[in-house]
């Protein structure tokens, strides 16, 4: 099972951002993001709702309460929202093969 910390990291290098960047959209030290991703400290309830929005995930799934992780589609187009659901059921179906 992966913890909140390996989340953390795997969000950020998958968005392609240092921890300094991190760092700075939360307005902490670059020492606190390290820290939450070694997991030798969680993140305040604050804290976590920015992570969960700068990776365009839930809280739920940070903590591990839910292994779903949510697409955020805001701002898009109907059309490529359908685009976007149709690719998800294409890889979806390649899987079951």
Known sequence: MIN??????????????????????????????????SG???PSYEVLVKLARIYHVSTDYLMGLTDARNLDVSGLAEEEIALVSRLVEKLREKQRI
């Open 40 to 42: 030798a400290r969680y």
């Open 4 to 37: 909140m910390g390996q989340k953390l990291k795997f969000l950020r290098k998958e968005n392609g951002l240092t921890q300094k960047q991190i760092a700075e959209r939360i307005g902490l030290a670059v020492s606190a993001v390290s820290s939450y991703e």
